[in-house]
């Protein structure tokens, strides 16, 4: 359970023999000398001096003493968990207090399975815990994902009588998200009597730990909504979390205001954070201006701006900032070189890519990752290298895996290369791939290339397996709330003067020579059924939305959680001329700016 010492194979905790004989008032000063002692320890030197003197005159066998010892060398910087675990072995009979410092103290040393050790053998002994002991059992739960046990010592607390303590709540809230119960968390949390901001911060960050970014802004614009609460840093780095993964722009400067307002030094994690936020929401003029602000860089830092200038198709600089990155002094790692040949790939900068690829393993020594060579096969594929792609995946020196296939398998659709997307698609299917978007991929091939037949067979193994089709979606901000349109979309409060303005929008659009490409509609319907269908995809129901609840000029920035179709892309381009807009769509990992009737991609997507 806990590491020994050679402490316990000597008398050194033994009694004095022959103690000096001192008065009661002598003996409480020199106590109190011995703690004040040990309260200026700056390092475990010092604290075995202290500890020498405390058993010297006799006062390790005082409680009060014995406790200091365990907490100043279990709790400080400078502590050793060993030395403190010898110290609470001598003590006769250990109590609420010292069982607590050594649960505390395990937790912090990363001991979580220790800590719990500890808490049964406080039971065991009969040592009643209190409010204090709980917050940091939970902590160890959360970190393990011990949902049995979180439950079972929950269950502790109400035996105990402190289900009611402020603090032990506000790790439950914290244990359940972390374990991915939220709706425990959410039961803690509406039954309690008082919150703090603590309590909002809980909710907020185990929403957010389960990637449940509305629910974040949801819960942090009701805890706005009582005006009485100052969130904390945490809280407001993760709402920038929420706004980058929300591609929520303007709540995302607003949370930016609330930390210069509430942090006087913003550090290299929070400046990281915000930069990630606005080259995510498509800002990417603010992103690159905080990051040359920045009076010092991490490896972290560099990885966010090279990332998000790959989104925004600006290969050359992110290529630039790499660079700039190495003349620093910093070495790249596997997760940068993500990003770089990421960038290459968005960019179409094929010869590039290869050189960092190949540098990378004889410059850096890092191995490729089935991430690194599926950049390799998005650039190969991006560039029409089908065949390529193909001979590279065959001569890996790793076993591919889904993410190489699935790069593969999206690169043929978009070239409608359906035999080899059958190769890839076998290998999905045979690793028992539980994605539906491969099954829908390669149906959506076959429904291309008119083989209804092959669509059907796909469409009834998704069926038998169990799967369903990811409906695609559409986010748009507007006066500061998040919007969000599935395609067909008639669950929208304003969905009659969405469609009404769909219905102004297209016809606009046929002055531009506009015509619908029902190519995109990949059901074996009418040419007037693909129509209505293309007229209700979720990101023109959000460009129309926006276009009657902003003013004229203002941009209109979408994020999707599927690709774009290319109907979509002619459509957005055409719409961003006739009504002299600005259109921002980050269609997965990848950002459209569409203005003056072009599109920043160069339709090479």
Not at 271 to 285: A, H, N, P
Not at 476 to 494: L, M, N, Y
Not at 552 to 559: H, L, M, N, Q, V
């Amino acid at each position: 359970m806990a590491g020994t010492s050679v402490l316990q194979q000597t008398n050194f905790f033994s009694p004095p023999a022959d103690p000096p004989q001192f008065s009661e008032l002598n003996l409480r000063l020199k106590e109190q000398q011995c703690l004040s002692l040990l309260k200026r320890c700056k390092n475990l030197e010092d604290f075995k001096q202290a500890h020498a003197q405390i058993v010297k005159w006799g006062f390790f066998w005082n409680s009060f003493s014995a406790s200091n010892l365990v907490a100043a060398c279990a709790l400080s910087d400078w502590g050793s968990l060993d030395y403190a675990c010898s110290i609470f072995q001598q003590i006769h009979e250990p109590g609420t207090f010292e069982f607590n410092t050594m649960i505390r103290a395990h937790v912090k040393d990363m001991n979580f399975q220790d800590a719990l050790v500890f808490y049964y053998e406080m039971l065991e002994r009969g040592v009643e815990p209190d409010n204090f002991t709980y917050p940091a059992l939970f902590k160890a739960c959360a970190w393990l994902k011990a949902k049995e046990e979180g439950m079972q010592i929950h269950g502790h607390v109400f035996k105990f009588g402190f289900e009611s303590d402020l603090y032990v709540q506000n790790s439950l809230i914290n244990m359940y998200g972390k374990c991915g119960e939220i709706q425990h968390s959410w039961a803690v949390f509406e039954q309690m009597d008082e919150k703090s901001v603590a309590s909002w911060s809980a909710i907020i960050a185990a929403n957010a730990s389960l990637g449940m970014w509305y629910e974040c802004l949801m819960v942090f614009g009701n805890m706005s909504s009582d005006g009485c609460w100052r969130p904390e840093e945490s809280t407001l780095v993760t709402l920038l979390s929420a706004c980058t993964h929300l591609g929520a722009l303007d709540l995302g400067k607003c949370t930016h205001g609330a930390l210069l307002r509430n942090i006087s030094e913003l550090n290299v994690i929070v400046q990281t954070s915000l930069i990630d936020m606005y080259v995510k929401c498509g800002y990417l003029e603010k992103g690159l201006s905080l990051f040359k602000k920045m009076t010092k860089r991490n490896q972290m830092s560099y990885t966010v701006m090279i990332s998000g200038l790959a989104m925004q198709g600006h290969g050359e600089e992110a290529l630039r900032i790499y660079s700039m990155m190495l003349e620093e002094g910093l070495d790249p790692d596997d997760v940068v070189y993500v990003g770089v040949l990421s960038a290459c790939s968005h960019a179409g900068l094929v010869d590039e890519g290869f050189n960092c690829f190949d540098r990378m393993k004889s410059e850096h020594g890092i191995e490729p990752t089935a991430q690194h060579y599926g950049c390799m096969v998005d650039l190969m594929g991006k560039a029409g290298m089908i065949n390529e792609a193909l001979e590279f995946i065959n001569s890996m020196h790793i076993k591919p895996n889904d993410v190489v296939w699935r790069s593969l398998l999206s690169a043929c659709r978009v070239h409608c290369h359906l035999e080899i997307g059958e190769i890839a698609a076998k290998h999905l299917f045979e690793s028992n791939s539980q994605n539906p978007g491969d099954y829908v991929i390669l149906s959506n091939m076959y429904a291309r290339a008119e083989k209804w037949v092959e669509v059907a067979k796909i469409r009834t193994e998704m069926a038998r397996k169990g799967f369903n089709q990811v409906p695609g979606f559409s986010l748009v901000e507007v006066r500061r709330r998040i919007h969000k349109f599935v395609s067909q979309d008639t669950s929208h409060p304003r969905c009659g003067s969405v469609y009404e303005m769909i219905h102004q929008m297209e016809w606009q659009l046929k002055f531009e020579g506009y015509s619908p490409d029902t190519s995109q509609v990949l059901l074996d319907v009418d040419e007037e059924e693909k129509r209505q269908r293309l007229k209700g995809h979720s990101q023109k129901l959000a460009i129309a939305f926006a276009l009657i609840h902003t003013s004229k000029g203002t941009p209109i920035r979408i994020a999707r959680n599927l690709r774009m179709c290319s109907d979509c892309h002619t459509y957005t381009k055409l719409i961003s001329i006739i009504y002299e807009r600005e259109i921002t769509v980050r269609d997965r990992n990848q950002f459209h700016h569409f203005k003056n009737g072009t599109c920043s991609c160069r339709d090479y997507w």
